[in-house]
């Protein structure tokens, strides 16, 4: 600054300097965020007149909070960090703590689901508010003896009952009920569709349910005739009388499903036919019993039919009583009647009394046994009557006869 009068001047050198900030305050020291949040912090620089306001404004923790040059603080993560504004040599901080969004209500895609036995269903859990810091959602079941669930939310049906699966996040859950029901029989089949049986013989029969998943696989057997065929309840089949009946096997669950076996009862045929005596010699008169066994012992129908050749020499009831009439031979046939036409025969020899060999009382006769060897000489009509019981070939006059002493 010069200051002259007329020749002389003087001057003084005057220094202009800034006026520098004093003090620096901030809108707030403190501030609680949630991730997300902003907030806009203010700085006022002191004293007034301090020749530049310019603020600079940093962050301790960019991975917790940032700031921009206006002051603009943005949440970015769980933590704390400083907020500082700065003006010259001045400066003051806000503490900014970044705290979680909490869960404030969780819904699931369904409050209920029914399933089979091994079946499954995928639950989902949604989480508000949408800026909720965790939405994890932990899965759990009241009773995995009756339904599972993984951390997923993937349901198993285990078994029959109910449980409760509960998606719980923080402090909030909801549930979703879950009923396992039975699996039901879709259908049956039986080993084999028809059967055929002798009597007394057995078949085992095997019913297999299906689905492969089905809760109750028992199944019940029923005979539509147990008079001809009986069943057990292990599905045995037992043949009882001839005839047909219809093996039922059902399922026990209450579905109806069932599926049937027809089983056809046979007779038991004759496999062989033996009679006693299968020959027979004796005199006109006399009867005897033919026996006769078929076998095998369960053959259904043992009846037999007797008949004769000849009804002149000898004839036959319906018990195998033969009745010899007159001297002669005839054939005695037994034979089957339950269409296995098996027979036997018994031949029988006729032989005429002492009295009809002598043509006069005092007649004599050499006797021989039955394979021809001389016995005795010029036996008379009362030392024939003394001979030992057996079958006799007599020869004299009349001519040769065999005869029976009994």
């Known amino acids: 600054i ?6 002389v001047s003087t001057y003084c050198t005057v220094t202009v300097v800034a006026t520098p ?15 997300g949040e902003t907030v806009e912090l203010t700085a006022t620089v002191m004293p007034e007149d301090a020749t530049d306001k310019t603020v600079s404004w940093t962050s301790s923790d960019e991975a917790v909070a940032t700031v921009n040059a206006e002051g603009k603080v943005t949440a970015i993560a769980l933590g704390e960090a400083n907020i500082t504004a700065k003006c010259g040599e001045v400066s003051t901080y806000c503490t900014v703590t970044v705290v979680a969004t909490p869960a404030e209500s ?11 036995v091994g079946e499954t269903v995928e639950l989902t859990a ?9 939405k994890t959602v932990s899965w759990t079941s009241n009773d995995e003896a009756v339904a599972t669930v993984d951390a997923e939310g993937k349901v198993t049906a285990v078994a029959l009952g109910e449980a409760t699966i509960t998606a719980k996040c923080g402090e909030v859950s909801t549930y979703c009920t879950v009923t396992v029901v039975a699996t039901p029989a879709e259908s049956i089949t039986i080993s084999q569709e028809t059967a055929t049986l002798k009597v ?20 019940s057997w029923t005979s539509s005739d147990e008079a001809v065929a009986t069943v057990d309840a292990e599905g045995k089949v037992t043949a009882v009388a001839l005839g047909e009946a219809e093996i039922t096997a059902t399922a026990a669950d209450g579905s109806g499903v069932s599926a049937n076996c027809l089983v056809t009862v046979n007779p ?7 009679i006693s005596p299968e020959s027979w010699n004796g005199v006109a008169n006399e009867s005897f019993r033919i026996t006769a066994v078929v076998k095998p012992d369960n053959t259904t129908d043992k009846t037999l039919m007797w008949s004769t050749n000849d009804a002149t020499v000898a004839t036959v009831d319906d018990n195998g009583l033969v009745s010899v009439l007159k001297e002669g031979s005839c054939r005695i046939t037994v034979a089957t009647v339950d269409g296995s036409n098996l027979t036997a025969e018994c031949i029988i020899t006729g032989m005429s009394g002492i009295d009809c060999i002598f043509d006069v009382d005092d007649a004599k006769a050499d006797v021989y046994n039955i394979k021809g060897m001389l016995l005795k000489r010029q036996c008379d009509k ?18 040769t006869t065999t005869i029976l002493i009994h």
């Open 2 to 7: 010069t200051a002259t009068c007329g020749e």
């Open 21 to 35: 900030a004093e003090s620096i305050t901030i809108s707030q020291e403190t501030a609680t965020l949630k991730v």
């Open 106 to 116: 969780i819904t699931i895609s369904r409050e209920t689901a029914t399933l089979k």
């Open 126 to 134: 949604n989480v508000l508010p949408e800026d909720a810091t965790d």
């Open 200 to 219: 007394g013989e057995t078949v085992e029969l095997t019913a297999t349910v299906m689905p492969e998943d089905a809760t109750d696989k028992t199944v």
């Open 268 to 274: 038991v045929l004759a496999e062989s036919l033996i």
């Open 382 to 399: 009362a030392e024939l009557k003394l001979l030992a019981p057996g079958v006799y070939v007599v020869r004299n006059n009349k001519g």
